[in-house]
């Protein structure tokens, strides 16, 4: 049975908006305070969007016998390592610098960082479960393909848990993040 996780389904509070309704997304690029590191922070999202879509249709393919099992435990222990190992770090430093760096320039934008904070250690209780089941998959490829291809139908739901997720965070944290830094000319 697939397991269940709990992962936020709502976008953040209205109020938590009130400096994205001042700097929309389409405004971003021409901004003059849009500069490098947020422009590479983007960057990193742009990454996770895409290694989750990549892990998904791996999976997908295995499943669908487009890829030896040999093939698909190689590219799964690849791009699933650099995923997990990448997101961790990434949400560390959000933790420990970069929201509460916020915070400090804008104490009206703290609920909100709250809720993605608490999105990291949900995003963690499924990335565990995403290394567990990658790594059986890897194990049994070598010992047992029809259990490995059994045990990719998990690994598919939880690949697809992970890419819903991360369009959720990732874009809600973007428009929380974004119009502080514009605002106060964080960054620079
Ligand atoms: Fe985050
Ligand atoms: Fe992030």
Request: glycine content about 6%; overall charge negative; proline content about 3%.
């Amino acid at each position: 049975m697939n397991q269940e996780f709990n992962l936020r389904q709502q976008g953040l509070p209205a109020e938590m908006q009130m400096l994205l309704n001042t700097y929309p997304r389409s405004t971003w690029e021409a901004h003059p305070g849009f500069r490098e590191k947020t422009k590479n922070w983007l960057g990193a999202h742009n990454m996770f969007r895409q290694l989750g879509g990549i892990i998904r249709s791996e999976t997908e393919r295995f499943l669908d016998k487009s890829r030896s099992v040999d093939d698909f435990s190689a590219r799964i222990a690849h791009y699933g390592d650099m995923m997990v190992r990448n997101l961790h770090g990434h949400h560390s430093w959000e933790d420990y610098a970069y929201f509460p760096e916020l915070a400090a320039a804008d104490p009206r934008f703290e609920a909100g960082l709250e809720i993605l904070e608490k999105d990291h250690h949900e995003l963690d209780v499924v990335l565990e479960s995403f290394a567990r089941s990658a790594n059986r998959v890897i194990q049994l490829s070598e010992l047992d393909e029809k259990q490995a291809y059994e045990e990719s139908g998990s690994l598919h739901h939880i690949a697809k848990t992970i890419e819903a997720f991360l369009e959720r965070h990732l874009g809600d944290e973007e428009e929380l993040a974004v119009p502080i830094i514009l605002h106060h000319r964080l960054r620079g």
